[in-house]
């Protein structure tokens, strides 16, 4: 027993000793890298940090400072640095749910835009349950978020931190909107097949959670009635993600409310998809009924997401700047943390029509 207590110490020693010995070096402070430089910690932390001061200073040195910086290790302290700065360099994101298509799109240039001003990011996804959009921005900020940026979230309130909503039409103060001018959208997408002899024409209308669903429906509608083009209410498809599994929306989508549209038996000969993922979905389920797209059925979908490229054929859309609208975002945002801005911004983007191979002439 005594050899077992015995052995069992020394493994003990011998373990700490392992992890004395796997600690490494104790990690280098922004004083002793600026001692051994012989600067001024203020001029290293300017080059380190990428200031425009750090312009002030000669290549050379900067070059020095850089080079000590990798060979000594030194890494930069994070908590120093947010106690300095009063900010924790974190955005909180919110989205309706995580997948590809609009959301993808978007979180790719907001996350482009934040690590270039070396902030980190972290997304939450709400599912539309109405109790996880009222609490999960302030959740956010509590566990350390600096703002907020909230994807095709619908918002009732004002938010007593900074925030960016993408997708957002609703006038809060201190919330800045940043959404597309869907009614231009609509019209591009109508003209296009009107243009191409398109009188009985089909709609995926958007779902009812989503923000942009009204007013991409009104300019729709207005759209419809100034090219003199009827709407036929059953030849209109409301998504609804309830008939659905749970789970990220996806062409899956498209390809049931697609078969629900045949089901009725209307004759139609283009269909304007609320988004891209049930226009692609939906021409899936058309080729599976014996249609050819798009000699008897065309599509037009909404956002051109990086897969619409690649459909077969490949979608004509409206094409919403989904990478710059997440960039524009974080800017937004960055802008208002640091400058404290609180007006109530509306900044409208333009959408372009697309033209791919999706849509042909209508036969008489």
């Not at 027993?1 to 992890?19: D, E, P, Q, Y």
């Not at 918002?155 to 007593?160: D, E, R």
């Not at 997401?305 to 004509?316: N, Q, S």
């Not at 700047?321 to 333009?350: C, N, V, Y």
Request: hydrophobic share 40%; charged share 25%.
């Amino acid at each position: 027993m005594l050899c077992c207590v015995a052995m069992s110490r020394v493994a003990s020693k011998t373990s700490k000793g392992k992890k004395k010995a796997e600690a490494g070096p104790k990690q280098v402070s922004l004083r002793t890298l600026a001692e051994h430089l012989g600067l001024s910690r203020a001029s290293v932390s300017f080059v380190l940090n990428d200031s425009p001061m750090a312009q002030t200073l000669s290549a050379a040195t900067r070059q020095r400072i850089l080079k000590a910086a990798e060979e000594l290790n030194y890494r930069p302290n994070y908590f120093a640095r947010c106690l300095n700065k009063k900010r924790s360099y974190l955005v909180g994101v919110l989205v309706p749910e995580l997948g590809e298509g609009y959301v993808a799109g978007i979180l790719a240039g907001i996350e482009r835009e934040l690590l270039q001003d070396k902030y980190v990011y972290f997304v939450s996804s709400h599912q539309w349950v109405p109790k996880l959009i009222e609490e999960t921005p302030r959740l956010l900020v509590e566990r350390g978020a600096d703002g907020v940026i909230l994807v095709n979230t619908p918002l009732s309130h004002a938010m007593p931190f900074p925030t960016v909503n993408v997708g957002g039409h609703k006038k809060l103060t201190s919330v800045a909107n940043i959404h597309l001018d869907n009614r231009a959208g609509a019209a591009l997408a109508l003209e296009h097949l009107a243009q191409q002899g398109h009188r009985r024409i089909a709609f995926f209308r958007g779902h009812a959670e989503s923000a942009d669903t009204e007013d991409r429906w009104a300019g729709i509608c207005e759209t419809a009635a100034r090219l003199r083009i009827s709407i036929d209410p059953e030849l209109v498809v409301q998504l609804d993600k309830s008939l659905m599994p749970p789970g990220p929306s996806g062409p899956e989508e498209g390809y049931l409310f697609g078969q629900k549209l045949l089901a009725r038996r209307k004759k139609f000969s283009a269909l304007f998809a609320f988004n891209d993922m049930s226009a692609i979905g939906a021409m899936s389920a058309f080729r599976d009924a014996g249609f050819r797209l798009p000699e008897d059925i065309s599509v037009v979908g909404f956002d051109d997401v990086h897969g619409a490229a690649f459909a077969y054929p490949p979608l004509t859309t409206v094409r919403q700047p989904l990478e710059e609208m997440g960039e524009l975002a974080a800017q937004t945002l960055l802008h208002r943390i640091e400058k404290g801005a609180r007006r109530a911004d509306q900044i409208l983007l333009k959408p372009k029509l697309v033209v791919r191979k999706s849509v042909a002439l209508a036969e008489n």
